[in-house]
């Protein structure tokens, strides 16, 4: 009997002592949940100024940018040309993309050694129909890529992939890898084409001016 009671009295001792344990577990929670909560006030204001900043300064480079173009467009075009083909460049190193770093430097390479040819004065005659050449290559193989890739992503939206038991994953990040490629190369492609084209304008006009300025002397005399 006294063994009984010496056991429940032990029982109850112990339930009071996790209550308490219990409790102080309770109140230290809430005291540093009171503590981040005094931290972090007013972070929601401040985030809020954030976004408002953040769309403001969209806003005004938009408006900067349209404005830039519509009075400057050939500085603009070319700009915009520049960041689009050097950016990318620090991306694929920093991230070991070597496979669009070894498509990016041949494109480069080529793609340079036809601007320099498209810029030489005076302009050789097999020169445009170089440029034409590799530009519509560079179309075509653009445009073929991309509308793969478009395929490649429709038939995995639509589960084709499953057929053919390729993963979901591979086959749409094959999809999007191929009408990146398409898009980007098609861009800097008719980019570079217009700038090449407005070169050899500029030369062959300079050319018949020049040849029409001696056979008017020539006249003259």
Same mark, same amino acid.
Not at 21 to 34: A, M, P, Y
Not at 124 to 131: E, H, K, Q, Y
Not at 149 to 178: C, H, P, Q, W
């Given at each position: ?7 429940? !009295? ?14 102080? /577990? ?30 403001? /300064? @969209? ?11 519509? !009075?400057? =467009? ?5 700009? /915009? ?17 070597? !496979? ?26 097999? /020169? ?22 478009? @395929?490649?992503?429709?038939?995995? &939206?639509?589960?084709?992939? @499953?057929?053919?038991?390729?993963? %979901?994953?591979?086959? &749409? ?9 398409? @898009? ?11 700038? =090449? ?5 500029? %030369? ?18």
């Amino acid at each position: 009997m006294g063994l009984a009671a010496a056991q429940l !009295r032990g029982l109850h001792a112990r339930h009071q002592q996790g209550d308490a344990l219990r409790l102080s /577990t309770e109140e230290q929670w809430k005291l540093q949940h009171q503590k981040m909560h005094t931290k972090h006030h007013g972070h929601e204001s401040m985030h809020m100024e954030m976004v408002l900043i953040l769309i403001a /300064t @969209l806003v005004v480079a938009q408006i900067v940018l349209v404005q830039w173009k519509q !009075r400057h =467009c050939r500085s603009y075009n070319l700009v /915009t040309l520049l960041q689009m083909w050097v950016v990318p460049l620090y991306f694929t190193i920093k991230l070991y993309w070597w !496979r669009f770093l070894s498509m990016w430097g041949m494109f480069s390479v080529i793609t340079s050694y036809i601007i320099f040819r498209a810029t030489r004065k005076p302009l050789s005659g097999r /020169t445009p129909r170089l440029v034409y050449k590799w530009f519509l290559l560079i179309y075509k193989l653009s445009y073929a890529i991309g509308i793969v890739g478009y @395929l490649a992503i429709m038939f995995t &939206m639509f589960g084709f992939n @499953l057929f053919f038991r390729i993963k %979901t994953e591979d086959s &749409m990040d094959l999809g999007v890898i191929l009408l990146f490629y398409g @898009l980007y190369y098609g861009v800097m492609g008719r980019d570079f084409a217009e700038i =090449c084209s407005d070169y050899m304008a500029s %030369t062959i006009g300079v050319s018949a001016g020049f040849i029409m300025l001696n056979d008017s002397q020539m006249d003259w005399q």
